[in-house]
C-alpha cells in the first residue's frame, strides 16, 4: 500500500522510501521520517494536491506524486 492510499486521521508505518528522488528522500531523512516510523494523515488537499503527515508533533506537507512512491503498513 502507498502513503497516498491512506485515509484522513489513520496512522501508518513507512515500510519504503526507495522509490524516492535521492533529494525529497534526503529531506524526508533530515526531518526525522525513515523507514520503520509511524505517520498520521493529518489533511489531504482535493485534486492530487499536497498531504499533511503528522509525525512526532510535527507537521509537514509531501505532494501527492511522492507520497505515491512511499510505501507504507497501516497500523
Do not use: A, P
Given at each position: 500500500m502507498s502513503l497516498?492510499?491512506?485515509k484522513l486521521?489513520?496512522?501508518a508505518v513507512i515500510i519504503?522510501?526507495?522509490n524516492l528522488n535521492k533529494y525529497?528522500?534526503?529531506?524526508?531523512l533530515d526531518l526525522g521520517i525513515l523507514e520503520g516510523e509511524e505517520v498520521?494523515?493529518?489533511n489531504r488537499m482535493p485534486f492530487h494536491g499536497p498531504?499533511?503527515?503528522e509525525h512526532n508533533g510535527q507537521i509537514l506537507g509531501i505532494r501527492y506524486q511522492e507520497a505515491a512512491l512511499i510505501?507504507?503498513?497501516p497500523s
Open positions: 497516498n492510499e491512506l486521521g489513520k496512522k519504503n522510501l526507495s525529497v528522500k534526503r529531506r524526508l498520521m494523515l493529518k498531504f499533511m503527515l510505501e507504507i503498513e
